[in-house]
T-cell receptor, first 113, second 116 residues
Framework: NAGVTQTPKFQVLKTGQSMTLQCAQD?????MSWYRQDPGMGLRLIHY???????DQGEVPNGYNVSRSTTEDFPLRLLSAAPSQTSVYFC????????????FGAGTRLSVL | AQTVTQSQPEMSVQEAETVTLSCTYD???????LFWYKQPPSRQMILVIR??????QNATENRFSVNFQKAAKSFSLKISDSQLGDAAMYFC?????????????FGTGTRLTVIP
């Protein structure tokens, strides 16, 4: 059982470049989300999705786009990377009912130079 | 927005001893969930324990237990018989139980060192 899989694990970008962080889950979870983790801070919600075709903004959405074409996949796009987006990014998923546990991927460490 | 406060940036404990990590939160809601997550150097976020606010009984998971004080909005984690593998960052987190509530609010974390 793979759980939540994030790729890549590490990435270095130059300012202005674009890239997509991939996230896939095999647990048939309706709810998926992206967080960023910065030094000295807890995780903060970027975007989330409650099902295929439905996405919404979280606490820190600026500079990021998401889409959800399938239940399994929830990619995060950086259209024009900035140094302020240097962070560790986590994808998470759970069943729709908020009682359920949220499972996290292993994270992607992104550096923007 | 709800806030979660972890006032201990770092803690240390001797192996086999007991340590308590503190967490307080601010909310006007009555129904919610509280979590402790462990983040070892591998970066993986691992759920340690969960508490449902409407349950008065404190949650326990083997060597891990919580002291949930709803009126005081306090949610501390006690680790008994500490092991070297317990060394990690520990994050306290809050989520509303309202339908459609989606955000998991995290504290800033406590780095736990286990001394052999």
């Amino acid at each position: 059982n793979a759980g939540v899989t994030q790729t890549p694990k590490f990435q270095v970008l130059k300012t202005g470049q674009s890239m997509t962080l991939q996230c896939a889950q095999d647990m048939n979870h309706e709810y998926m989300s992206w967080y960023r983790q910065d030094p000295g801070m807890g995780l903060r919600l970027i975007h989330y999705s409650v099902g295929a075709g439905i996405t919404d903004q979280g606490e820190v959405p600026n500079g990021y786009n998401v889409s959800r074409s399938t239940t399994e996949d929830f990619p995060l796009r950086l259209l024009s990377a900035a140094p302020s987006q240097t962070s560790v990014y986590f994808c998470a998923s759970r069943l729709r009912d908020s009682r359920h546990i949220q499972y996290f991927g292993a994270g992607t460490r992104l550096s923007v130079l | 927005a709800q806030t979660v406060t972890q006032s201990q940036p770092e803690m240390s404990v001797q192996e086999a001893e007991t340590v308590t990590l503190s967490c307080t939160y601010d909310t006007s809601e009555s129904d919610y969930y509280l979590f402790w997550y462990k983040q070892p150097p591998s970066r993986q976020m691992i759920l340690v324990i969960r508490q449902e606010a409407y349950k008065q009984q404190n949650a326990t998971e083997n060597r891990f237990s919580v002291n949930f004080q709803k009126a005081a909005k306090s949610f501390s984690l006690k680790i008994s018989d500490s092991q070297l593998g317990d060394a990690a960052m520990y994050f306290c987190a809050y989520r509303s139980a309202k339908t459609g509530a989606n955000n998991l609010f995290f504290g800033t974390g406590t780095r736990l060192t286990v001394i052999p």
